[in-house]
């Protein structure tokens, strides 16, 4: 079955707030098999509010490791459908490792990525997945293999309040 | 053996280019023929503002800022050491080991050797905490901004 999720919708799922809830819609979803996703970049985002005024055209290239953290989310996205939360009471879903990420162009303020992730294989409590993103024709990353993990909640270390929303991790 | 134990420390100023918090303090290096080996570290901030969202109530630093205090490190020791601009071209593995908590110093050991004509890679390990206990492993290359 296909699915849509409007930002409302992501927000349900994901754990991750402000600034760094990097995915804004999910354009289709086909649970087990792919999701794709979309992040507007802007200039507004926190990372560009210390570029200085005379920075070079390329300083203004949104951060790689909020590109790949992006379609991180956006596999999560697609890991946790039909698979319960991102934490529980007893384990947590954490990204654990990526190989084959290969940087191949730039996203700027304006664009809008598409990131289109693929399911490849559950072992155990393991998750691969591959991964691509886009801006419009051009492809700006691409991921063989993103690798997350259910781990036992006792490994990371007691949260800071007893009361808040623990839904994530 | 940590790396440039008897070299000087280099404050990084903060970055000139779009990032989500500026990845590494200081650095120090030493040359051993063709290879660089660089120590670097990081006080992770409690009141880093992307803490706040990752996540609500529970702040650990997000595995990608490994990535970009890695990448923000190796440009920070090219322009210096070498007077050149590099950029992270691929991440061959990464491996997030365990969570990086708020009030710590993280700590890297960074091996950096030449890769064809203008590339380098970075065999890196991130150490949490003051530590031993590792956080992170690496495997990245790099370019020279000419190749982008």
Redesign the interface.
Known sequence: MRERLDHRGVRGKL???????LVDQVVELRAGESIRTRKAISGTE???R???DD??P?????????L??SL?QSAALLWLEGQGEAVDESSAL??????????LG?AYPGDVLEHTVELENVIAETVFARGVSRVGDRTVLTAESLIAARRPRT???P???QD???R?? | MTAGATARWHEVPAPAFAAPLAAVDRWRAEEDGPRTRVDARLLVRGDDPNLAGHFPGFPILPGVFLLESLDQTVRAVFRVMFGAGVGLREVTRMRFVAPVLPGGELRWDIRLEPEGDEGVTASAKAYRGGGDAVAATFLAVFGRDSDA
């Open positions: 754990p991750q707030r402000h600034p760094l809830l926190p990372c560009y210390a570029l200085p920075a070079a390329e300083s203004y290239a949104y951060p790689l490791s909020l790949v953290e991180g954490l990204f654990t490792g990526a190989r084959g990420l290969r940087m730039a490994a990371m270390g949260p800071d309040h808040h929303d623990q994530g991790i």
